[in-house]
């Protein structure tokens, strides 16, 4: 590291076979009575010799009717296993330098918005447990995507600090590391769904602006320890290395409770995308305050006011007025499974699922509702249930046949529960542009199909 001057240079979601093994008799989590566990069993039988369990994406190389999320199958079974497509493994069986997904797993990132500002959604409904696999991570890009040499990268500390300090790569990796597991959610997540509800949409695109990785890296107070802040400074500026310079203000408070610069993801080097060679975490913020590429962290006594925090991401209101450094993200919760295209092929036992996660904290609880919001069911959370982390929700619930409106909410530890769409919009208005965390709802029709109802008017 060295010191410095105050001058410095930023389709059909693979379905789940049916896991009635873990639910009770009168649809709640719990245990089933043998006789019941014995039908589970005939179904879910029958669900995983057409589904082979395979969530991410089989069904679209295999075609509509080869798998349980074949909508135009109309519940039919799986065909001949002589139908599908033959393959040949790479590598002829032996080790390689590079390991790969199995042939017929093709999960794909949706581009949303494509072009240097723009986006690509993570694929919700094709994931098991809270990872997101790192080249399946959202983007969010406002100029494009830099590469970097990490040997020459710097990050400069300084304004309203005692030591100006530029620290390298290696410098920052000599400090004790540290590792947590976080998501990441873009502000305008949930747009899609929140504006204008279409009946043929996915979990990724209703809210695949969220990933969960695991973040290796060092903590910002570490940092600022090193370059002795001083008290008058209450905010601080992270700026990209990206083409625009992007920047974000940041209240002092949270450098110095859980921010970090981290350069590790899910055991490996940050991709570029995701801000390699180095990013600012602030665990729980909107996505664009977690900086990317960050070469500069400038301390200061005010906000900064950029373009990107003025003129983007502040909410205009119903009441003439506007939110500014709204920067947490609220509750929020999404069922994954059942959810469009997929076709639940007889009724019967199945296990709802989805992923809650709350800026504030720890989930506490999530409800689900089968019947459109007349009653409400705790789901079961999956462990390890974490701070800023998404947390995987599953309820077994037994299918009449009939029509049905499913959907789930997510209640943070601080009692924060996620509203309704109604609710947020009285608040908010429709033309509210960030933080679209309300309740999201699926049919599930007699076929057996499965359809976005947007908010539900639960």
């Known amino acids: 590291m060295s010191r410095t001057g105050d001058s410095g240079e930023e389709d059909r979601g693979g379905p789940k076979s049916a896991h009635g093994a873990h639910g009770a008799a009168d649809g709640r989590s719990g245990s089933l009575s043998r006789r019941g566990f014995l ?48 393959f040949e493994p790479t590598g002829a069986g032996l080790p390689t330098p590079l390991g790969e997904r199995a042939p017929l797993e093709r999960p794909r990132r949706e581009v949303s918005l494509p072009g240097p500002n723009g ?75 929140y504006r204008d509800p279409n009946p043929a949409m996915t979990p990724q ?6 990933s969960t990785s695991q973040w290796t890296g060092v903590p910002l107070s570490v940092l600022l320890r090193e370059v002795g802040v001083k008290p008058e400074a209450t905010w601080f500026l992270a700026e990209g290395d990206d083409p625009g310079h992007y920047a974000r203000s940041i209240p002092v408070a949270k450098a110095l409770d859980d921010a970090m610069i981290v350069y590790g993801q899910n055991g490996e080097a940050i991709r570029p995308e995701q801000g390699y060679p180095a990013r600012l975490l602030v665990p729980g913020f909107e996505g664009s305050a977690n900086v990317k590429w960050v070469r500069r962290i400038e301390l200061s006594d005010a906000p900064f006011m950029t373009r990107s925090e003025t003129s983007e991401y502040t909410d205009p209101l119903p009441t003439d007025t506007a939110r500014i450094f709204s920067l947490v993200m609220d509750a929020s919760s999404i069922i994954t499974f059942p959810a469009y295209p997929v076709t639940l092929p007889e009724k019967g036992w ?57 959907a789930s909410r997510a209640v943070d530890e601080t009692g924060y529960v996620q509203p309704t769409r109604e609710a947020l919009m009285a608040v908010r208005g429709p033309a509210t542009m960030y933080h679209w965390n309300n309740v999201r709802a699926w049919n599930v029709w007699p076929d057996g199909g499965v359809s976005f109802a947007g908010g539900g008017d639960l």
């Open 350 to 406: 199945w296990e709802i699922s989805g992923l809650a996660w709350s800026g504030r904290g720890k989930i506490s609880r999530v409800e689900v509702t089968t019947d459109g919001g007349r009653t409400w069911s705790r789901a079961a959370l999956e462990t390890p249930v974490l701070p800023r982390c998404h947390t995987r929700f599953r309820y077994v619930w037994k299918w009449s046949g009939r029509r049905h409106l499913l």
């Open 205 to 210: 695109r209703v809210a695949g602006l969220t």
């Open 39 to 86: 039908a589970v069993g005939a179904v879910g039988a029958a669900a995983w010799a057409g589904s082979s369990l395979l969530p991410s994406g089989v069904d679209r190389v295999l075609g509509p009717s080869d798998a349980i999320g074949g909508r135009g199958s109309q519940g039919a079974g799986p065909t001949d296993p002589g139908d599908r497509p033959v």
């Open 119 to 193: 986006s690509s959604l993570t694929p919700l409904e094709a994931l098991h447990g809270i990872i997101t696999p790192s080249d399946l991570h959202y983007e969010r890009h406002h100029s494009g995507i830099p590469f970097l040499d990490p040997h020459a990268y710097r990050l400069l500390i300084h304004g309203m600090v005692e030591r100006p300090t530029s620290f390298s790569l290696l410098d920052l990796a000599r400090f004790p590391a540290r590792t947590v597991i976080r998501f990441i959610e873009c502000g305008g997540n949930g747009m899609f769904g």
